[in-house]
T-cell receptor
Framework: NAGVTQTPKFQVLKTGQSMTLQCAQD?????MYWYRQDPGMGLRLIYY???????DKGEVPNGYNVSRLNKREFSLRLESAAPSQTSVYFC??????????????FGQGTRLTVV | AQTVTQSQPEMSVQEAETVTLSCTYD???????LFWYKQPPSRQMILVIR??????QNATENRFSVNFQKAAKSFSLKISDSQLGDTAMYFC???????????FGTGTRLKVLA
């Protein structure tokens, strides 16, 4: 049982380069999320997708774009990477039919360094 | 807006002892859920325990239990018989009722000492 799978696990980018973080879940969950984790700041929501076909901004969306490709997949794109985007990125999904009641399941994270 | 606060950045405990991690939150909701997640050095986020606000009884999962004080908006995690494998970051989280967003605290780094 894979759960939430995100790739890559590690990435180094040069300032200005672009990249896409991929995420897929096999739990038939409706909702998917992208968080970033920085020291002392916990996890902050970048974007989320409540259901297939919808996406919404979270707390820190600037510099990112997302695509909910289908029910399983939710990608995060950095168009022009900046050193401030150095962070650990987590994809998560949740599936409780009542919003805000079920726990989120997380991928293993991507450590991204922008130099 | 809903907020979640963890005021202890770091804690340590001797193996086999008990430790309590604090979490407070602010919400105007009457029904909501609260979670504690563990993040070991592997980086994986693991659900430890969940509490439903409308339930009076504190949730328990083996050595992990919560002290839920709804009026005080406090949701602390008690770890009994601490083990070396409990060394991790612990995050308190709450999704505002009716939304899809999970709000996380800033975390408490727990070190269990041999």
């Amino acid at each position: 049982n894979a759960g939430v799978t995100q790739t890559p696990k590690f990435q180094v980018l040069k300032t200005g380069q672009s990249m896409t973080l991929q995420c897929a879940q096999d739990m038939n969950h409706n909702s998917m999320y992208w968080y970033r984790q920085d020291p002392g700041m916990g996890l902050r929501l970048i974007y989320y997708s409540a259901s297939e076909g919808t996406t919404d901004k979270g707390e820190v969306p600037n510099g990112y774009n997302v695509s909910r490709l289908n029910k399983r997949e939710f990608s995060l794109r950095l168009e022009s990477a900046a050193p401030s985007q150095t962070s650990v990125y987590f994809c998560a999904s949740s599936g409780h039919r009542d919003r805000g009641r079920g726990e989120a399941f997380f991928g293993q994270g991507t450590r991204l360094t922008v130099v | 807006a809903q907020t979640v606060t963890q005021s202890q950045p770091e804690m340590s405990v001797q193996e086999a002892e008990t430790v309590t991690l604090s979490c407070t939150y602010d919400t105007s909701e009457s029904n909501y859920y609260l979670f504690w997640y563990k993040q070991p050095p592997s980086r994986q986020m693991i659900l430890v325990i969940r509490q439903e606000a409308y339930k009076q009884q504190n949730a328990t999962e083996n050595r992990f239990s919560v002290n839920f004080q709804k009026a005080a908006k406090s949701f602390s995690l008690k770890i009994s018989d601490s083990q070396l494998g409990d060394t991790a970051m612990y995050f308190c989280a709450s999704p505002p009722s009716g939304t899809y967003k999970y709000i996380f605290g800033t975390g408490t780094r727990l070190k269990v000492l041999a």
